[in-house]
Every structure is written in C-alpha cells, then in structure tokens.
C-alpha cells in the first residue's frame, strides 16, 4: 500500500507540475486555486490522500 501511494504521489506531482508550472509557490494558494488543481488532480484519477499531498505542498517523506 505504501509504495502505491509513493508511486501515485511521484505520478500526480509530475502531472500537477506539468499543468501549474509550480514547484513549490510563494504564498499559499486561495481556496479557489487549490479547489481546481485538486479537481484537475481528482479527474486524472489520483486519490484525495494523494491530490492533497501535492496540493498542499507535503514532502515525500511526510508521514500520513
């Protein structure tokens, strides 16, 4: 299970990245932003563990 989610993690940031051209912003993003990169992420099939991982700026190594 946990490599599932390291392997779905590593998938979604790359789509994340290609789409938003962002590693890691500035400032946190508006609620707004952040409801569209996770339904952009949700739509491609990602679990919300890991859409909200990436949206939220988690690390890899970060601990459920």
């Known amino acids: 299970f946990v490599i599932a ?10 789509v994340w990245l290609r789409k938003f051209g962002q590693a890691a912003p500035a400032e946190a ?14 739509g491609r099939g990602f679990t919300l563990e890991v859409i ?12 459920a």
């Open 5 to 14: 989610v390291l392997f779905g993690l590593l998938g979604a940031r790359a």
């Open 29 to 42: 993003p508006d609620a707004a932003t952040r409801a569209r990169q996770m339904r952009f992420l949700a």
């Open 52 to 63: 909200r991982r990436v949206v939220g700026g988690a690390s890899d190594d970060d601990e």
